[in-house]
Structures are given as structure tokens and as C-alpha cells.
């Protein structure tokens, strides 16, 4: 990324060098700005540079506070060992169905 940025402002100011030599060039009765005009397209800058998302961890965050009841109940199972040795034999419903009830 930091790559990419150092590429872009060396680019840039390549244009802007470049532009300013060209403009030099030319007849002083054109008047010229000495200003380096860029134009591009929105969707071509924002491909350029892309901002930092922050959208993945924000649900990240979200679905952690919130747990299903089948995640729930299998953390229960794991928590009483008993539950836990049975449920690698026999599977985890049956085993918390044996000592917890049904699931």
C-alpha cells in the first residue's frame, strides 16, 4: 500500500514537472497558468487509492456479542465435562439431550 502511494505522488509530481517544462517551452505571448491541471474520472481515483474498510470488523464485533442458542447450548455442553466426553463419543445432541434434556 505505502508502495503504491509513493508511486502515485511520484508520478504526480513527474506531471506537474513536465507540465511546468512544457508549458516553458511555448511562446511567452500564450499566457499559460502555471497551475498543473488533472482531470480524472471519480471511479478511476477511487481506484487508485482505496480507504481502509472498516465494515468487516464492525460485524465482526456485532455477531460476537450475539451467539445462536444451538452455540450457546453446545458451549454449555463443553463446559460440564461430562457432557463433553460423551459428546465426542456419541455426538453432541445426544449427549445434551442425555444431561440436559432436549435440545
Not at 517551452?25 to 474498510?53: C, D, F, G, P, Y
Not at 458451549?75 to 456419541?90: K, M
Request: aromatic letters at 14%.
Amino acid at each position: 500500500m505505502r508502495v503504491l502511494m509513493v508511486l502515485i505522488v511520484l508520478g504526480l509530481a513527474v506531471l506537474c514537472i513536465c507540465s511546468s517544462d512544457f508549458s516553458s517551452a511555448h511562446s511567452s505571448s500564450e499566457s499559460h497558468s502555471n497551475e498543473a491541471v488533472i482531470k480524472m474520472r471519480r471511479n478511476t481515483a477511487n481506484s487508485l487509492v482505496k480507504r481502509q474498510r472498516r465494515s468487516f470488523e464492525y460485524y465482526e464485533r456485532y455477531f460476537e456479542h450475539f451467539k445462536s442458542q444451538l452455540e450457546q447450548k453446545k458451549e454449555q455442553c463443553e463446559d460440564y465435562w461430562p457432557c463433553d466426553s460423551l459428546s465426542r463419543q456419541v455426538g453432541f445432541f445426544e449427549a445434551y439431550r442425555r444431561y440436559f434434556g432436549p435440545v
